[in-house]
């Protein structure tokens, strides 16, 4: 490629950067709205809860609160949280290691762990965060490390998609009427993905030059094994999550069994992406999964969803000082 080509291309993909940003601020008003329904609709149904008991709101939860068996649920979320790092971790590594060298797991541990202390406030600046880790530690460009986490970020929206239909298929009958358009959108995304994979093979529009993008460079190496690859790899993660849910409902004094779970759970997890105030939008869908236990679904949304983030963020502390350690002293390459 000639200098002028360079310089073109590097200009072409800052515009492609610096276009999000101009509608950042329609997305924050966006996600506040949605934010204020959320707390709208839980503020109506758990004040309704509570006439309907005679209690006051607050006395209402209280009684809701007391009555969760805290320390089992305690040891169950943090052997969980810690099952999921070890997993997540390892679906990292493994995309890395297909698509730009082969990282050991064990050196992906202390920035995939810090990363989540970023996650509290947004999990994709967390991924970037990781990006900008080993561009610093490794050398290796920032615009490949970036195409690996939209590379993962792509493939989770589809491995949820894939539960959420598996979910179904298995527990319908217990799923309300409107989780029968699953089926549907499965097949449309399927086929999307089909022509995704065809797109970025040279199969479909072989002209077509945006599949070259620096950013989407994963894409254009990944094979249809890969996506059934990381389906494969990130699956025990959801498998536990069933089993762990299902249990900590119960915990919660909430009657559920894993076949229905496997089906909420996948559609929880979308809503759980909302990046919302402590998770508003995914305690809503508890809510109005479980319309019977108001007080008990709502607590038991805010309280998972919470500690399971703050959680992963007190791993990343454990795992800070090496982080930075390894981010701020001379890198491995150049010793």
């Known amino acids: 490629m000639t200098e002028p080509e360079f310089e073109d291309t590097m200009e072409s993909e ?18 506040l709205l949605i934010t204020a329904l959320c707390f709208a609709y839980l503020y109506y149904r758990l004040n309704g809860a509570a006439l309907r008991e005679g209690l006051t709101l607050a006395d209402y939860m209280t009684e809701v609160f007391a009555n969760v068996q805290w320390i089992p649920w305690l040891l169950l979320m943090m052997a969980y949280s810690g099952f999921y790092f070890a997993i997540d971790t390892l679906v990292v590594t493994r995309a890395l290691s297909w698509f730009i060298q082969k990282i050991r797991y064990r050196d992906i541990l ?16 967390g991924k970037g965060a990781m990006a900008y880790y080993l561009n610093k530690r490794d050398q290796v460009p920032g615009w490949e490390v970036g195409s690996v986490m939209l590379f993962i970020m792509f493939c989770e929206m589809f491995y949820l998609l894939a539960w959420a239909t598996i979910g179904y298929v298995f527990s319908r009958d217990t799923l309300p009427e409107v989780f029968g358009l699953i089926p549907y959108i499965a097949l449309g995304s399927g086929l999307i993905l089909c022509v995704w994979i065809l797109y970025f093979q040279g199969k479909l529009l072989p002209g077509n030059q945006i ?19 990381f389906f494969l790899l990130r699956s025990p993660a959801l498998i536990s999550a069933v089993v762990v849910y299902t249990i900590a409902l119960n915990l919660f004094g909430v009657e559920a069994s894993f076949v229905s779970l496997l089906g909420y759970l996948p559609v929880i997890f979308f809503a759980a992406t909302v990046p919302t105030p402590m998770r508003a939008a995914a305690i809503t869908f508890w809510v109005i999964l479980f319309p019977e236990n108001e007080g008990q679904m709502a607590a038991f949304g805010f309280v998972q969803h919470n500690f399971f983030i703050l959680f992963n963020a007190a791993i990343g502390l454990l795992f800070w000082r090496r982080a930075q350690r390894e981010l701020f002293t001379e890198s491995p390459n150049e010793a």
């Open 14 to 31: 800052d515009n492609e950067v610096r276009t999000p940003r101009k509608s950042s601020t329609a997305q924050r008003i966006i996600f």
């Open 110 to 125: 202390p920035i995939r762990a810090s990363a989540y202390i970023i996650s509290i406030f947004n999990e994709q600046i």
């Open 211 to 229: 599949r070259d993008r620096r950013l989407l460079h994963a894409f254009k190496l990944a094979r249809p094994w890969h996506y059934g690859a």
